[in-house]
């Protein structure tokens, strides 16, 4: 069984930087990619950034957050991170992290943290 636990949410003002994280533990195997997503009240899920294994690394970001954030991933603590940098308050919603693994490549969600930006 994975679990994945987020943390690192909390408010921020408008132009500041929030570092979440995401904790995944149970037996991995085969990780093919790591990413973010989010959701703002009345809104759908939306990906914010992902890291892909299938042939070397690669990243894809939202238009809206290209050049503010950057994921990234430490192997050794199983632990992935969402760098969020001049922060606006359109970020604002709760942020998944996810984890595509396995054979089957089973999709493992963690339970969410809130982003806050506001003044």
């Known amino acids: 069984q994975v679990q994945l636990v987020e943390s690192g949410g909390g408010l921020v003002q408008p132009g500041g930087s929030l570092r979440l994280s995401c904790a995944a533990s149970?037996?991995?195997?085969?990780?093919?990619?790591v990413g973010w997503y989010r959701q703002a009240p009345g809104k759908e899920r939306e990906l914010v950034a992902v890291?892909?294994?299938?042939?070397?690394?690669?990243?894809n970001y939202a238009d809206s957050v290209k050049g503010r954030f950057t994921i990234s991933r430490d192997n050794a603590k199983n632990t992935m991170y969402l760098q969020m940098n001049s922060l606006k308050p359109e970020d604002t919603a709760v942020y998944y992290c996810?984890?595509?693994?396995?054979?089957?490549?089973?999709?493992?969600w963690g339970q969410g943290t809130q982003v806050t930006v506001s003044s």
């Open positions: 996810n984890l595509v693994a396995g054979i089957s490549k089973i999709i493992y």
């Open positions: 149970g037996s991995i195997f085969r990780i093919y990619s």
């Open positions: 890291a892909a294994f299938t042939s070397g690394v690669s990243t």
